[in-house]
């Protein structure tokens, strides 16, 4: 279950002299949830562009699902796609149920199914509606119930999440997770990253045009090395004691029952050996690790390729 | 059903949807229906065919009209999808550039092509009604005049296809495509004659043919007004023309030429376009 579905080999585009994608390379495999991370202008909508064959590369190649998306299979090879661009609109004459009836069609997919997408993002009720009486959200939703038609393989969603709320936005991910265990390779960017956190594995970085930092939220915590923060809870009155026996540990604060320190993240086992060796004054201990948000401020600083 | 003519159906929704159909269609009976009344009074007096007499006030209306009517139809449907952000999401589907044009032209066309012949065909339908005599060649020349009209109107779509796909604003395609109706409807007629005027005689009578088959409104006129003698003999005012026979197969491939390039042209333009 490792083959490639997304490729970019050395692809690089350049507008009227302006380099926008600086010879990246990346592979996305099938079965996977790749979050695209960067700040406006980074490349992240080009990249889409350039997977949905809306666009040519000016050097290198794309690959999408081992076609190239801007030839003559890349429209045939576009039925297993679903795609959700930044700011969605539709035909506002159209009611929501017309709007995925049409899209349904153009992917020559049953329309059986289309009531129960839009339910699936909770427009059952406003099917029957006209789009222009929408509001922001409910078309945003209405994005992505189309993308979803006819089981994509591969699902490119840019800013996704914006405008659902958090129960639909838990349904809306807990939807990604299912069709990435039937086999689809998910590629959605985001600036909200404290909620990508625990829902994606992978992390692809742009900034400028270029791939600074791809990988797993493990490695990539591994490799940018940002100290862990931990927070003791002791019994009363015993947090100097212990700020004490936790020599060699660069303490930031002892303030009456919490030690707080840093530590690399290599050292966090050994050092939580050590407080559990401590014994009953420690009550309880919290452990922070690097945000998303975080690694993504260092690796943008950073702007190198590791 | 093929993407082709999902698109195409789908154009046809929306001018149902947006009222444009029932608009359009309204206009061209209505305006037809006081044509056939109105400009029939006079010619009761000098025995002339009235459904003959229609189709000359008719297609002198048709020369400024459907080609008003093409352009609004289709100076928007690419750039204002592009701008709207629906050809983004458009073409994320399984479909062409060339798929989206054609389905996009053949549900105008239907459009264009319904809204004439119902309101064309009520005008023709009120003055059998009404018992006038009606002559067999008259009868063609009413049908000639009707397809000929959604030809003139399929050829100003094309050019406003031209446009949209050429633009990369909205508003330029609006302005230009109001310049385009100005220049081929009403400009380019008076500079014609204007020219003739000067040189007097002196232009060659091949060349004045040349300059009148170019413009799509001209090779709609001689093929409306110049084709039947009665209707020749009815329309004076255009006896400029009376010297110019020119075959039926120019004059249609003429319109037919004037729906293919643009729309081809249009095409080319819209696949190197980037979204």
């Known amino acids: ?306 | 059903m093929n993407a082709v003519a999902t698109i195409a159906v789908q154009e046809i929704r929306d001018g149902l949807r947006n009222r444009w159909i029932i608009a359009l269609t309204l206009i061209l009976a209505g305006f037809a229906l006081s044509l056939t009344f109105l400009g029939s009074a006079p010619g009761g007096n000098v025995g002339a065919s009235p459904l003959l007499v229609t189709v000359v006030s008719l297609s002198s209306l048709s020369i400024f009209l459907l080609p008003l009517i093409g352009l609004m139809l289709s100076y928007d449907s690419i750039i204002g999808e592009i701008e709207r952000g629906t050809m983004l999401l458009f073409l994320s589907y399984p479909v062409t550039r060339s798929h989206v044009m054609a389905g996009k032209f053949l549900g105008h066309m239907t459009i264009l092509a319904f809204a004439t012949i119902v309101g064309y065909g009520v005008a023709g339908a009120a003055a059998f009604v009404r018992g006038d005599v009606v002559e067999g060649n008259a009868i063609t020349a009413f049908f000639n005049m009707t397809a000929s009209s959604i030809l003139l109107g399929g050829a100003f779509l094309g050019l406003g296809y031209l446009i949209s796909a050429s633009v990369r604003e909205r508003g330029t395609a609006a302005g230009i495509a109001i310049g385009v109706w100005l220049v081929f409807v009403l400009i380019y007629d008076m500079a014609l004659l204007a020219v003739l005027v000067h040189f007097s005689g002196s232009i060659a009578q091949g060349l004045f043919q040349v300059l009148l088959l170019v413009n799509p409104a001209d090779a709609y006129r001689l093929f409306n007004l110049g084709g039947f003698d009665n209707v020749q003999a009815l329309s004076g005012s255009i006896g400029m023309m009376a010297d110019v026979k020119l075959p039926v197969w120019a004059m249609i491939g003429v319109l037919l030429a004037w729906v293919v390039m643009p729309l081809g042209v249009a095409g080319y333009l819209f696949n190197r376009k980037d979204i």
């Open chain 1, 1 to 306: 279950m490792s083959e490639a579905t997304l490729q970019f080999i050395d692809a690089g585009k350049t507008y009227g002299g302006k380099v926008v994608l600086d010879d990246v390379s990346l592979t996305i495999e099938q079965s996977s949830v790749v979050a695209l991370v960067g700040h406006n202008g980074a490349g992240k909508t080009t990249m889409m562009k350039l997977l949905l064959g809306l666009i040519r590369p000016s050097r290198g190649q794309v690959k999408v699902l081992g076609a190239d998306p801007a030839g003559p299979d890349g429209v045939e090879s576009r039925r297993h796609l679903g795609f959700l661009p930044e700011t969605i609109s539709f035909q506002g004459a159209m009611t929501g149920l017309d709007a995925m009836n049409f899209y349904a069609r153009l992917k020559r997919v049953d329309l059986k199914q289309n009531m129960e997408l839009l339910d699936r993002v909770g427009l059952a009720d406003a099917a029957r509606m006209r789009i222009k009486t929408y509001s922001k959200g409910m078309r945003q939703r209405l994005g992505l119930a189309q993308a979803m038609l006819g089981e994509p393989k591969v699902l490119l969603l840019d800013e996704p999440t914006t405008g659902l709320d958090p129960q639909l936005r838990r349904r809306f991910y807990d939807t990604l997770s299912k069709l990435k265990n039937d086999g689809a390779t998910i590629l959605l960017s985001s600036h909200a990253l404290s909620e990508l956190e625990t829902r994606i594995e992978k992390v692809a970085i742009m900034k400028n045009g270029r791939l600074i930092a791809n990988g797993s939220l493990h490695d990539l915590r591994n490799k940018a090395n940002i100290p862990v923060r931990m927070r003791l809870l002791t019994r009363d009155g015993s947090a100097d004691e212990i700020a004490n026996q936790l020599a060699g540990v660069d303490i930031n604060l002892v303030n009456g029952r919490t030690v707080e320190f840093s530590c690399a993240a290599k050292d966090k086992m050994m050092i939580l050996r050590r407080v559990s060796e401590i014994g009953v004054a420690v009550e309880d201990v919290e452990i922070q690790l690097p945000s998303l948000d975080q690694l993504y401020s260092h690796y943008r600083d950073e702007g190198t390729v590791s």
